[in-house]
């Protein structure tokens, strides 16, 4: 698809989805340098190659390849960040501004849902993102998409609102 | 309104740690070195047509 819009406009779309995209990364890596390089990486490859700017399912699909391909390369590394991750409850550098206690906890319980549920609720709610772009992204169905985001908001919810 | 608009409401409170200024600006400048490098490039036009010199073939 013939890519249409200017540099301005690319500049504009990476300072509106630079949190949501860092965010999505960090699920892969908890060090904020590294999603940092993930999200440079899949930037540049994306408006390099022309796609269309509104196509975000493309943009995201690239930021999650590229941080696979980064596990890949980098497995042992990985497994200690998730190692010293799953010993603590603090993450030490937060992937939120949180204002209280009660935001705290809610950002514990996210890091403990189950990965493929965390991807979409963090693409769902942070990044706006549609269920087919999700779907499309993942390369799941759009079903799969919305069961998951469910059950993460039932997870979720059974922690803070016990009845 | 569904059964998980309270937690839906809760989650969309937490914000994202916002990108450094540095981090932005390194992305920015990969973008303004990649367009200075991309314009730098001479490329052969394959479809370049001399049209002086096919007039002077013809005549």
């Given amino acids: 698809m013939e890519n249409v819009a200017s540099h301005e406009d690319w500049r504009s779309c990476f300072s509106e989805l630079a949190p949501g ?3 999505f990364a960090r699920q892969w890596v908890r060090s904020r340098a590294d999603a940092e390089d993930i999200v440079q990486e899949a930037f540049i490859r994306f408006w390099r190659r022309n796609h269309a700017i509104n196509n975000r399912a493309l943009l995201y699909a690239t930021v999650r390849s590229i ?5 890949r ?3 042992r590394r990985a497994r200690r960040e998730a190692e010293a991750v799953s010993e603590s409850e603090h993450v030490v550098e937060p992937q939120f501004e949180l204002a209280d206690e ?3 906890a809610l950002a514990a319980a996210l890091d403990r849902l ?3 549920q965390r991807e979409v ?12 772009e999700i779907a499309t992204a993942l390369n799941i169905s759009q079903n799969t998409a919305a069961s998951r985001y469910r059950y993460a908001l039932a997870a979720l919810k059974k922690i803070f609102q016990p009845q | 309104m569904n059964d998980f608009s309270d937690i839906e409401n809760e989650l969309k409170k937490l914000r994202p740690v916002h990108p450094s200024h540095r981090f932005v600006a390194r992305v920015e400048q990969a973008m303004g070195d990649q ?13 370049r047509t001399n049209w002086v010199g096919l007039g002077l073939g013809v005549a």
Avoid at chain 1, 121 to 132: E, G, P, R, S
């Fill in chain 1, 114 to 116: 189950p990965h493929d």
């Fill in chain 1, 102 to 104: 009660a935001q705290f």
């Fill in chain 1, 21 to 23: 995209l860092l965010l």
């Fill in chain 2, 35 to 47: 367009e200075i490098s991309e314009d730098k490039t001479i490329r052969p036009n394959p479809l």
């Fill in chain 1, 73 to 75: 390369r980098n497995g």
């Fill in chain 1, 67 to 71: 941080a696979l391909d980064l596990i």
């Fill in chain 1, 121 to 132: 609720l963090v693409m769902k709610i942070w990044n706006d993102l549609t269920f087919a």
